[in-house]
C-alpha cells in the first residue's frame, strides 16, 4: 500500500468501520474534516473514538502507543499510520503544554468541545452522506463559511492550556486567508509574552510551517499584530521603521521589503530558502547609518557580517540543526555577491557556482530583486552560467592536493592553503590541464 492521501483514507475509514463493527463510535477528525469540508485533500487523517487505547489495541494487530496517557494510540497497516484518539475531556494544564490529566468519555461532543478552534472541531461519520456525516458541536461550519478563525469556548482559557496554540491560530489564518476572531485576537495579545514557555522546537516547526505554507507574508503580519512576533523573533521585529536608501529601494523600509520577499516564496519551498530569505537583511538595523550630508545616502556598513552572526544566533536559539543553521547563514553571507557576478574572476565565479544549494542562493537572489529595483540583470548572468558550465568544470578533481606537495618536497605549513589555491584557480581559469604544469606553476610562485 502506497503512503498518497487516498491510501490514509482508506484506512483511516477502514479502521473507522473496524471500530464501529465492535461496538464502538468511530469519526474522522479534526483538520482532516476542516480541509475535506473546503474541497481539499487532507495531508493525514485521523480517528477519534468512542473506544479506549486497550479496546483499540486489542482489535488492531500493529499498534504503537504514542500518547497511551491521553488516549491516543497509532495503528499501522502497511506503510501507513493512523492516529486513534479516544474521546476525552481534559483537566487542568499547568505546564501551557499538556492537560495533567484525562478523563475518558463516550460523547464525541465533549472531544470537540476541548479542541483548539470552531474550524478543526468538527467531526465526520465516514459511514454517512449528506449534512448528517458531519457532526459540528462548536460552530465550525458557520466559521468556515464566514472564513474565520475563532478559539472554542473561552479563548484565553483555549490559549493558557496550550500556548502554541496562538502560534497555530496565526498559521491557520494566514494558510487559509481567514481572519482572525476579535476575541481570539484579543487574548492572543494578552497572553502573547507567554509563548516564551513553550519549547524552542516547537515554536521552530510551527515558524517553519508559516514560512513554508505559501502564506508567508500574512503570516508574518499577522505575527506583528497580535504582539507574538516580538517574542519569538524580536530580531525580526526590529526591521520595521528602518528605512533605506530609496535609489535602491523604492518599496520601503527593511520590514517592507522583507515582507515583499515572504509573499514571492512558493508553497513547499525549502525551509532553508524561506528562513534565509527572512534573515538575509537582519543585520540592517544595527549598522544603519544615516546619509552624513548632501548627496549622501543611507548605508549599512557590515550588515552582512551582523547578519551571519545574528542569524546564525537564531538558529542556534531555535534549535535547527547544524546543516540547516550553515546553510541559512550561507545564504546571509552570500546574498550580495551577485553583485559583483560580471565582474569576477572565472576562478572566483566557478567557486560561486559551486556554493551548496546554488538554487537557493539563486532564487533569494531573484525575489531581493523583483522585491526592490526590479533588475534580474545579475540573476541572468548567474543562471545561464550555472546552467552553462559543466559540473566537471565547476568542481574538477584537483591536479594538485597536499600529497603532491609534500612529495615535491614542500614542508606542511600556513604557506600550504595558499599553494594549494593558487593551482585550483589556474586549472578553474583553464590554465593548467596537468599536474606536472601545476606544480610547475607553484615552483615559480613559491621558489
Not at 483499540?56 to 491521553?70: C, D, I, K, Q, S
Not at 499501522?76 to 484518539?85: C, D, H, I, R
Not at 547544524?322 to 551577485?338: G, I, K, P, S, Y
Request: glycine fraction near 8%; proline fraction near 4%.
Amino acid at each position: 500500500m502506497t503512503t498518497g492521501t487516498s491510501a490514509k483514507r482508506e484506512a483511516a475509514e477502514g479502521i473507522a468501520a473496524r471500530l464501529r463493527a465492535a461496538g464502538h463510535t468511530a469519526l474522522l477528525a479534526g483538520g482532516c474534516v476542516r480541509d475535506l469540508l473546503l474541497g481539499v485533500e487532507p495531508k493525514d487523517y485521523d480517528v477519534a473514538t468512542s473506544a479506549r487505547p486497550e479496546e483499540v489495541m486489542a482489535l488492531f494487530p500493529r499498534t504503537v502507543t504514542v500518547g497511551a496517557r491521553f488516549g491516543v494510540v497509532l495503528v499501522v497497516e502497511g506503510e501507513v499510520a493512523t492516529e486513534v484518539a479516544t474521546f476525552r475531556s481534559d483537566g487542568a494544564y499547568s505546564d501551557g503544554r499538556r492537560p495533567d490529566e484525562v478523563r475518558y468519555t463516550t460523547d464525541p461532543r465533549e472531544d470537540a468541545e476541548r479542541r483548539d478552534f470552531t474550524i478543526n472541531g468538527m467531526m465526520l461519520d465516514p459511514a454517512q452522506t449528506g449534512v448528517d456525516a458531519v457532526l459540528d458541536a462548536v460552530g465550525g461550519r458557520a466559521d468556515l463559511s464566514a472564513g474565520v478563525v475563532r478559539a472554542i469556548g473561552d479563548a484565553g482559557l483555549r490559549f493558557r492550556e496550550d500556548r502554541l496554540r496562538m502560534l497555530r491560530a496565526v498559521r491557520f489564518a494566514a494558510r487559509l486567508g481567514f481572519t482572525m476572531e476579535t476575541g481570539t485576537m484579543a487574548a492572543i495579545r494578552a497572553e502573547a509574552a507567554e509563548i516564551a514557555v513553550v519549547s524552542r522546537e516547537r515554536v521552530r516547526d510551527e515558524l517553519t510551517r508559516m514560512l513554508t505554507e505559501g502564506a508567508a507574508r500574512r503570516a508574518f503580519e499577522l505575527l506583528h499584530e497580535t504582539g507574538l512576533l516580538r517574542h519569538v523573533l524580536p530580531e525580526v521585529e526590529r526591521m520595521r521603521g528602518v528605512e533605506q536608501p530609496p535609489q535602491f529601494h523604492p518599496e520601503g523600509d527593511v520590514w517592507d521589503h522583507t515582507m515583499m520577499m515572504l509573499e514571492g516564496l512558493t508553497a513547499g519551498c525549502s525551509a532553508t530558502l524561506a528562513w534565509g530569505v527572512l534573515l538575509h537583511d537582519v543585520g540592517k538595523p544595527a549598522t544603519f547609518m544615516p546619509p552624513l550630508g548632501e548627496g549622501d545616502r543611507i548605508r549599512f556598513h557590515g550588515h552582512v557580517e551582523v547578519g551571519v552572526r545574528v542569524a546564525t544566533e537564531i538558529c542556534e536559539r531555535l534549535r535547527m540543526s547544524n546543516d540547516e543553521t550553515a546553510q541559512v547563514a550561507a545564504l546571509v553571507e552570500n546574498h550580495m555577491r551577485f553583485r559583483d557576478v560580471p565582474h569576477m574572476k572565472e576562478s572566483t565565479l566557478k567557486r560561486f557556482l559551486r556554493l551548496e544549494r546554488f538554487e537557493e542562493h539563486l532564487e533569494l537572489h531573484r525575489l531581493d530583486c523583483v522585491s526592490s529595483h526590479g533588475k534580474l540583470d545579475n540573476y541572468e548572468f548567474a543562471r545561464a552560467a550555472r546552467e552553462r558550465v559543466p559540473e566537471a568544470e565547476i568542481r574538477p578533481v584537483l591536479l594538485v592536493t597536499g600529497r603532491e606537495l609534500i612529495a615535491a618536497g614542500y614542508k606542511p605549513g600556513r604557506r600550504f592553503a595558499e599553494m594549494l589555491r593558487v593551482a585550483e584557480d589556474a586549472q578553474l581559469e583553464g590554465r593548467v590541464a596537468t599536474t606536472e604544469d601545476a606544480m610547475r606553476l607553484i615552483r615559480e610562485q613559491f621558489s
